[in-house]
């Protein structure tokens, strides 16, 4: 699990790579959280819109999805960074109020089971709608929507 997530926005890949020691700063525009695997949030975030379900999914489908690629893989600090995938960023970025909220409710239901009294203390809905609008930035400016974590 990792410790610190920042998604954020940069022009391209190779400008997100430069993150990797020092994480986004404050020259890009970002959205900050703790304690989740944004790997995993990335694919189920996908998965929400690809592949409609009433039920958040099981762990066992969402190792089965396509997951996020590298920008920037990990070494031995833990340090890694993940392209949020295009086809995501345009759905983050067209999600209506509600489909945000009801993505919210499933992401937290399916963290509260798997982490119990361990689950992060931030606002996930909030986060969402944050990531949602760095989302709908990127689509306006062309540039890409990044995840650096710790």
Known sequence: MA?????????DNVTAATTYLRGPGVGLDSVSCRFLEPDTAIAEWDMFFEAPSAEAPTDEQLFRWVWPDYVRE????GVEIFA???????????ASPAELEELAGRW??????????????????A???EVARL??????TGGGLYSWSY
């Open 135 to 140: 989302a709908k930035t990127a689509m306006e």
């Open 84 to 94: 949020v995938p295009a086809r995501l960023t345009r759905a983050l970025a067209n």
């Open 127 to 129: 986060v969402l709608r």
């Open 74 to 77: 990990p070494m031995n600090d």
């Open 108 to 125: 937290i239901e399916r963290l509260r089971a798997a982490d119990g009294d361990d689950m992060t203390d931030d606002d996930l809905p």
């Open 3 to 11: 410790r610190d997530i920042v998604f954020f926005l940069a022009p």
